[in-house]
């Protein structure tokens, strides 16, 4: 099978993936919103977060998503709030493409992570991010505008959504103005854990 | 165990449960939310469109929904929508509470599903209901506003999603407006059939 384009995030009941301010990322409703994936193994040590967690099928879910990923694409606003918050070993250990217009060298980091910064457009930040996953995946990292401009743009092929049992009320919507009228889905999967149910998608264009 | 106060509705994946205005309740974005439930035996039976349809699991879970309620509440929009709409043997088969202003005697169709206007608000229209049901739960039919009027008011206990794979971009969204700092949820099933994942939630006040 081709390498697949995906993107995998938690969101809430009501559609919301962040709150509405940077400022809020600590607040009680994100916390609810990532706290299933802030328990598991895989993503502590990646993150660097401590050492223990849970093993059970959530972790699996999260170390899968990372072992099928040859290299990922994200946004400047998620490189900016990444580049002080991740652990030196960046959590990709792989190649990043960043869609921006800075110029920049690229930054290789500890671990196999190295972000280069793309300033000609999402289409080529996918190329060279295909091309560099070589039989792997590329993930579609964030933020959540950015996942939309490639959903959009009918250039991703799966969702992978873990819908945790959250109300926001107000934030950052996944969905918020997403082409419609373009994207056709087809339910692959949906397994409940003890915390969140893990949702996968095929688009299928109209 | 005392009788239930649920809710139950098709949602699309960004959060809509149906388009901006009437007339588009025929359009293609609403018949793929709710297709899943047309082929349905037991949903086409009780709202004589036919003969035939599925008895899987989806149509063990639609009449589950029906057989559990002991009686509806409804608003005035969702019962002037359905008026003319259902059949005349209306597919309640027990008593319904409608919330309007409108003063008007009990309605008592053929097959048991008598509609009684309540004047007095929402509080009074669920007591009734409760009242009726007896043992069998009491469901918030719709529409939207309703449900989410009966869910910031704390009196809702269980949230009902159907799920499924279709995008709305634009619409009435279930929880706009949804008073988050009230509502915590406990996911308490997801069932993926063919089509759609049923989710069911237990709320608990924070």
């Not at 959590?91 to 500890?110: A, K, L």
């Not at 419609?180 to 109209?206: G, K």
């Amino acid at each position: 099978m081709a390498a697949q384009v995906f993107f995998s995030v938690s969101m809430s009941l009501d559609g919301f993936i962040a709150p509405e301010s940077p400022e809020e990322l600590m607040g009680r409703q994100w916390m609810e919103l990532q706290q299933w994936v802030f328990r598991q193994r895989h993503f502590r040590e990646n993150l660097k977060l401590g050492k223990g967690g849970e093993e059970g099928r959530d972790n699996d879910i999260v170390r899968e998503a990372y072992r099928r990923t040859g290299a990922s694409v994200m946004g400047k606003r998620m490189f900016d709030a990444g580049e002080h918050a991740w652990p030196d070993e960046a959590p990709f250990h792989t190649p990043v493409f960043v869609v921006t217009r800075e110029q920049r060298d690229p930054w290789e980091r500890p671990g196999g992570t190295t972000f280069h910064f793309v300033n000609d457009g999402i289409e080529s930040a996918l190329d060279q991010a295909r091309e560099a996953a070589g039989d792997r995946d590329v993930r579609i990292a964030g933020g959540g505008a950015t996942i939309l401009e490639y959903v959009n743009a009918g250039l991703v092929d799966e969702f992978s959504i873990a819908l945790a049992p959250v109300l926001f009320g107000a934030g950052i919507r996944l969905f918020e103005g997403v082409d419609a009228a373009r994207v056709a889905l087809e339910q692959v999967r949906a397994e409940p854990s003890s915390r969140v149910t893990h949702l996968t998608y095929a688009v299928r264009e109209r």
